[in-house]
């Protein structure tokens, strides 16, 4: 039987959103950018990642999420040859060219490969790309409304003594299991327990619950999330306790509240547990004012960054 012909240039079937992405010095419409098949990050989920949003065409909070995609990468032992100020620079040029006003932003850094495809991880060369894309929410509309339905995992969190999910990272195997499980037990979404049966947090969001006017979210086992200190750095303002600390499916039960916050959506309610109601199944009072400041502090210039294209 004859081989097949070689392709010149790889044409991708699928559809993809509109967007601009960025590797190897060149800027591309998302549709056109190619990851090597020979990718640790790829291959192993050996990368790191981060993301960030734009808001009316201005990013929010971007010094703290490049802090945090740097010392990631330093965790991981990765190097990239980009300062912050280079990849703070990538990502306006992705949004400018992309035309986006609401935007989510991800900046990436995956192990890459190396020309023996050698299987020790310090011959490789680390890659860094980034993209903007339009801007997502984990809750649409009418869960923003009515708030999201969650089922808690039968599986637990991947323990972070394997792999510390303080380093944003693609292993997403646990979240995407439980999200199976919540959506055939009638959910939109999964919140994940740890070994010891303790909440940790679910695909891409930390979980809040409020009880007698106090806020508490899961002290460890969590990605240290950017809108989870701004929730903290909120509170503070309007002078509503919030802290850090262990908390249990029986405190989400027994919670007036419970909300969720990532930065693809904000801050995002959540009305059912299980099937449950929490409290009284209703959108909560502390839940809709901070998510008002939350949105109303996407004007503050001590919290944006204009990008430069619209500036
Ligand atoms: N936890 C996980 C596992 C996530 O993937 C994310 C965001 O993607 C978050 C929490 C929320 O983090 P942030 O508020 O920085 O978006």
Redesign the pocket.
Known sequence: MALPALSENHTDPQAYPPGIAYMDGQYFEVSKARVSILDYGFLHSDATY??VHTWDGAFFRLDL?LE?FFSNIDALQMTIPYSKDDVETVLHNCVGLSGLKDAYVEMVCTRGTSPSFSRDPRDAVNRFMAFAIPFGSIANPSQMQRGLHAVISPTTRIPASSVD?SV?NYHWLD?VQGLYHAYGAGGDTTILLDGDGNVT??????IFSVRDGWLTTPVRG?????????VFDLCGEIDVPCSAGILTPADLEAADEVFV????GGLMPITTINAKRVGDGTVGPIFSTLKEAYWKKHKAPEWTTKVREYA
């Open positions: 981060d993301v999420h945090r999910p944003k979240m947090e679910g695909p891409g969001f930390n969590v990605l240290q999330g950017i809108t989870r200190r701004t916050t990532s930065t693809a």
